[in-house]
């Protein structure tokens, strides 16, 4: 039987942070003509164009930088990772590989490649959710984890 943590079920505060995410990719598309996908803008670092470095380095400074803003107007949830560092690290260049083999990340896809009505945006994030579904099962139900 699943049991569901009603606590944890925010629904107006995700509904909030998606049309937030929303606003912030289209506007960052249409402003800037280019898609916020994480893992491209930090790709992007690793061999920069001139002139391109700037809005790249203030774009991952605003990811770092939001949580810090954050607590000065309430504090951070609680964050509980169950998993140690060898699980973490594996887990971290398993979504680094396929980031570079899905050519792209989820916000990428998911997020931008979605709105923009791509087929292959439309195949990958249908490929990351069912690697996650299978990954959980898997973990939860098979490894008893």
Avoid: Q
């Amino acid at each position: 039987m699943i049991e569901i943590a009603w606590s944890n079920f925010t629904p107006w505060s995700a509904l909030a942070g998606g049309i937030l995410v929303g606003i912030a990719a289209a506007s960052f598309l249409l402003l800037n003509g280019r898609i916020a996908g994480i893992s491209g803008i930090l790709g992007g670092l690793l061999s920069p164009a001139k002139g391109d470095i700037a809005w790249r380095v203030a774009f991952l400074a605003g990811l770092i930088g939001a949580p810090a803003v954050w607590v000065l107007a309430t504090e951070l949830p609680p964050i509980e990772i169950e998993a140690g560092y060898p699980a973490l690290i594996v887990a971290g260049l398993l979504v680094g590989i396929g980031t570079r083999y899905g050519s792209g990340c989820t916000s990428g896809h998911g997020v931008c490649g979605l709105s923009r009505l791509s087929l292959r945006s439309l195949a990958a994030t249908m490929s990351f959710m069912a690697a996650g579904f299978v990954t959980v099962y898997v973990i939860r139900h098979l490894m008893g984890v």
